[in-house]
C-alpha cells in the first residue's frame, strides 16, 4: 500500500505534498510522488529543467525527513490525472492526496478538470487539501 500525491510547483501543490507526508507517516507505508508533463511541443526545456530541479530539491527533503518514497516522473503525452490514477492503481495506493486552487465562478464551471477527473476516476480515497490562506 501506499500514498501517492501529484507534484506541481505551487502553493497548493506544497500543501498536497505536506499533508501526504503525514499521511504516509500515519499510516507507515510508501509514499509515490508524480510529476506528470505533457512533453512535446506544449514543454519548454527550461520549464523541464526547472521541475526536474524542483524535484530533486523534493527528493533531498524526504530522504533527510526518512521518508520512505519513490518519484516518479512521467513525460507520455497523458493528463497529470491520468498518470495520478495509473500509478495508484499499479502501486495499489490506499490514498491519493491533491491540491485544490481557488477558481473564479467562470473556472468553477470547469471546475479542474484534473482534480475533477481524479476524484471521480480513483478506485481509493482522494484527499484534497487548499493551501493556507496566510
Not at 49 to 65: C, G, P, W
Request: net charge negative; with cysteine.
Amino acid at each position: 500500500m501506499s500514498v501517492v500525491v501529484g507534484f506541481v510547483r505551487s502553493a497548493e501543490g506544497d500543501a498536497a505534498l505536506q499533508r501526504a507526508i503525514e499521511e504516509t507517516r500515519l499510516r507507515g507505508t510508501q509514499l509515490i510522488v508524480v510529476h506528470s508533463m505533457e512533453g512535446g511541443s506544449k514543454t519548454s526545456s527550461s520549464e523541464v529543467i526547472t521541475y526536474r530541479e524542483a524535484l530533486e530539491e523534493v527528493e533531498r527533503r524526504l530522504q533527510a525527513d526518512g521518508v520512505d518514497h519513490q518519484v516518479v516522473e512521467l513525460v507520455r503525452g497523458n493528463t497529470p490525472a491520468e498518470d495520478l490514477l495509473e500509478v495508484a492503481a499499479e502501486h495499489h495506493a490506499d490514498l491519493i492526496v491533491i491540491g485544490l486552487r481557488r477558481r473564479s465562478p467562470v473556472g468553477k464551471l470547469i471546475l479542474g478538470s484534473n482534480a475533477q477527473d481524479v476524484l471521480l476516476g480513483a478506485d481509493c480515497a482522494v484527499l484534497a487539501v487548499k493551501a493556507s490562506d496566510a
